[in-house]
Structure formats: structure tokens, C-alpha cells
């Protein structure tokens, strides 16, 4: 490169949702909220609650704004300029472009962000110090573990966006997270997914009860089959 670009470079004001927008979201199954979304919205199934095995809730279901830290392979200075300008309800995506091998974060630093106020911790790389970060209590989704150190050279970019689990995260977007993954509301969609939602909501509870006293038909596939889209074949 001609010019060498900035070691590190923060962006400060993002658009950000009200506290009523992420509210909305509050112990909405992710499943729903991608429902609301044509299907879709949630990460790549390789980034996981580090934390599964515990059967907490609390230290796998959140929902946050995003802080986008856009870190290169095996690099960490995106993720510690994002602890700089971390706001209260906050959840920090670390992504790391597909590298492997390296942690993305330790117990220490996930220590540092829950004291700011972070509400989780989202990479597509592996972390590092198990036991260290359990104590924390900070939710944290990642592809797995390894004790291997990052640098922090960069160049990075924090407050902008990334493509984290085959998902394009924009900080101000909304991660709703849970057991099942990490789901990504976009900005811009918030309003009409939190409509959405509330009519999903309706029916899953309707089927719910439905199921419990002993429902156990799909009444579309009589319908095909009276109409012929079906065939049944001995």
C-alpha cells in the first residue's frame, strides 16, 4: 500500500435502538425472532454457547446492541478499542476473518467488559481460560477453545461492521442469543421484526396449547392430498 492505513480506527456514534426496542426482544426465543425474518438472521451453528453444559440460562440467553469489532486473523486490538467506547447493555462481536487456532478473548478481558456493562460476547473464533470466564458470568458464543494468544498489531475498526458466522453484523444492530445461536436483527428492520414477533408469539402459544391436550395432525397434508398435490402409494 501506498499509504499505511491507521493502526486503529473507532467509530463513537452509531445509530443505536431505544432501550424499548431492545426491551422487545427480552425472552423471545431466537427461533421466533428468525421466524420473523423470513427464516433467517441467525450466525453460522459453529459459533455456540460457550457455556451450554451448565444449564444456566443466564449465562446463555441475552440480547444487546451490537459493538462490531472488526479484528484481523489472530488479532485482539479491534476488541480492546470496543472495551473504550463500550456502552451498558452492549454485546461485543469479535470478528477474527476465519482465523483459527488462536483465542479471541480470556478471562481478564471478559472480566473488563462485564465491569463496563457488557451483556455478552460474540466471536467467530475460539476463546481461552474456561474457568476464568464461567466466574465472570459474561454469556459468551464462540467456535470453541484454545489457549493460544492473539496480537494486537492491527489495522482494526471498531464501531463499524463485519460478516461474523456468514451473518453481516452493523454495530446498532440488535443480537438476540440463546441456547440455539446468535441471531442478528439489522437496524433498520427492528420495528418491523417487534411487530412480527408479537403475531408469532400469538400463534406459537395458541399451537403450544394445542399440542399439550393432544394434538397431532398437520391438516395442510390432508389438504394436499384431497387436492392432489398429494398421493399416497401402497
Given at each position: 500500500?501506498?499509504?499505511?492505513?491507521?493502526?486503529?480506527?473507532?467509530?463513537e456514534?452509531?445509530?443505536?435502538p431505544s432501550?424499548?426496542?431492545?426491551?422487545?426482544?427480552?425472552n423471545?426465543?431466537?427461533?421466533?425472532?428468525?421466524?420473523?425474518?423470513?427464516?433467517?438472521?441467525?450466525?453460522?451453528?459453529?459459533?455456540?454457547?460457550?457455556?451450554a453444559?451448565?444449564?444456566?440460562?443466564d449465562?446463555?440467553t441475552?440480547?444487546?446492541?451490537?459493538?462490531?469489532?472488526?479484528?484481523?486473523?489472530a488479532?485482539?486490538?479491534a476488541?480492546?478499542?470496543a472495551?473504550h467506547?463500550?456502552q451498558?447493555?452492549d454485546?461485543?462481536?469479535?470478528?477474527?476473518?476465519g482465523?483459527?487456532?488462536?483465542?479471541?478473548?480470556?478471562?481478564?478481558?471478559c472480566?473488563?467488559?462485564?465491569?463496563k456493562?457488557?451483556v455478552?460476547?460474540?466471536?467467530?473464533?475460539?476463546?481461552r481460560d474456561y474457568?476464568g470466564?464461567?466466574e465472570t458470568?459474561?454469556?459468551?458464543?464462540?467456535t470453541g477453545?484454545?489457549?493460544?494468544?492473539?496480537y494486537?498489531n492491527?489495522?482494526a475498526?471498531?464501531?463499524?461492521?463485519?460478516?461474523?458466522?456468514?451473518r453481516n453484523?452493523?454495530?446498532g444492530?440488535?443480537?438476540?442469543?440463546d441456547?440455539n445461536?446468535?441471531v442478528?436483527?439489522?437496524?433498520?428492520?427492528?420495528d418491523?421484526?417487534?411487530?412480527?414477533?408479537?403475531e408469532?408469539?400469538?400463534?406459537?402459544?395458541a399451537?403450544?396449547?394445542?399440542?399439550?391436550?393432544?394434538?397431532?395432525?398437520m391438516p395442510?397434508i390432508?389438504e394436499?392430498?384431497?387436492?392432489g398435490?398429494?398421493?399416497?402409494?401402497?
Amino acid at each position: 500500500m501506498i499509504f499505511e492505513p491507521p493502526i486503529l480506527t473507532i467509530c463513537e456514534n452509531f445509530k443505536r435502538p431505544s432501550s424499548a426496542q431492545i426491551a422487545a426482544f427480552k425472552n423471545i426465543p431466537t427461533g421466533y425472532v428468525c421466524d420473523a425474518m423470513e427464516g433467517q438472521g441467525a450466525m453460522d451453528s459453529s459459533i455456540k454457547p460457550l457455556f451450554a453444559a451448565t444449564r444456566d440460562k443466564d449465562l446463555y440467553t441475552t440480547v444487546g446492541v451490537a459493538l462490531v469489532a472488526e479484528n484481523g486473523p489472530a488479532e485482539i486490538l479491534a476488541t480492546m478499542g470496543a472495551l473504550h467506547v463500550l456502552q451498558k447493555g452492549d454485546i461485543v462481536i469479535a470478528a477474527m476473518q476465519g482465523g483459527k487456532n488462536c483465542s479471541a478473548s480470556g478471562d481478564r478481558f471478559c472480566g473488563m467488559l462485564k465491569n463496563k456493562g457488557a451483556v455478552g460476547f460474540v466471536t467467530d473464533g475460539e476463546m481461552r481460560d474456561y474457568e476464568g470466564i464461567l466466574e465472570t458470568r459474561l454469556p459468551v458464543f464462540c467456535t470453541g477453545l484454545s489457549p493460544n494468544s492473539p496480537y494486537s498489531n492491527g489495522p482494526a475498526r471498531v464501531g463499524f461492521g463485519a460478516i461474523v458466522g456468514g451473518r453481516n453484523v452493523q454495530s446498532g444492530d440488535i443480537i438476540v442469543a440463546d441456547i440455539n445461536g446468535v441471531v442478528v436483527v439489522p437496524f433498520a428492520r427492528i420495528d418491523e421484526v417487534i411487530a412480527t414477533i408479537n403475531e408469532i408469539s400469538a400463534a406459537e402459544d395458541a399451537l403450544d396449547e394445542k399440542v399439550r391436550n393432544g394434538f397431532c395432525e398437520m391438516p395442510i397434508i390432508s389438504e394436499m392430498i384431497n387436492d392432489g398435490r398429494a398421493v399416497i402409494v401402497d
